[in-house]
């Protein structure tokens, strides 16, 4: 077939689109522009429930955490690191994340309604690193210093890099998919993205926030992460569902080999993540050290592992039984009704 993944023409044929040659990569023969019919419904799904969840930083009022943040009492010098320090990951990890999606996944992908749903991820993580300036610039904090963090921090920097050391080959204009080697490095770095970084290395610092959240410190800012959390667990949930996609339509990726080498590639990030929460807390701060975080990140590791089909490695009780209810969204039917409902509300328009 002349066509590829980047330059596309029509093909006059009054035959309707074969839907069992869609696939998530590779897919060609059933046409990317043409939505319907659909083969991956869930990834409508997403998209549907993503649109009914739109919210702004700008709607959430950060006037209790300008005042906390201003009070030179109200907060340790442990506290005020902590949460630097997580602003510091989290200022730049959504530009990688959308990097990831829209230069790395989006070009090879090949189904319409998968690509619906990436779109909408996209402008998701532009809201989160709205997010964050939106924090730093409320708080009046030190813009240089927490935005340059990833190139100042060594516990941030290592992460990023090892993300970015991901990217590079799915990022070259020169790669494609439809070989072996270039499925298996497609479908890695998918799994680095949502294994780890947006199922292990944005978790934890959630749970930084919604720390504070529980000693009634932060508020504004963990409602922020509360709405982020929600986005960001339907980008976690939908990546594993790619991952078990593109699994069933190409067994032959799957090898041994490399379920070891992904295994391999969670427990590296595991240690990195151990080495950050030590930066985040270097003696603890209300209940939080690095020990249970430590505990956390591989109780959270194991869950991400198993929706892959890909064995437990730690096989730790959650430290964190709070963080279930909240970061996995087991209230989730609460935490959607407060919001939601006034959207779709609100979002209709009366012509
Ligand atoms: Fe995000
Ligand atoms: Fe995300």
Redesign the pocket.
Known sequence: MSVNNYRMSIQRNAKPVDINQRKVINGLEADVIQLYPMKHKFAWDYYLAANANHWLPTEVSMQLDIELWKSPTALSADERSAFETVLGFFTTADSI?ANNVVMGFYKHVTSPEIRMYLLR?AY??AIHTHAYQYIVESLSMNQAKIFNMYREVDAIYNKEEFILGFNEGIFDGNFKTGTFANDQKFLENWCVFSLIM?GIFFYSSFAVVLGFKRQNKLIGSAEQIEYIMR??SM?LNFGLEIINAIREEQPELWTPEFQNHIVDLVRKAAKLEYTFAKEVFPSGIFGLNAENFKQYIEFISDRRLERVGLPAQFNVANPFPWMSEVVDLAKKKNFFETRVTEYKTGGALNW
Do not use: G, L, T
């Open positions: 994340a991820q998701e993580e947006e986005d960001e980008h």
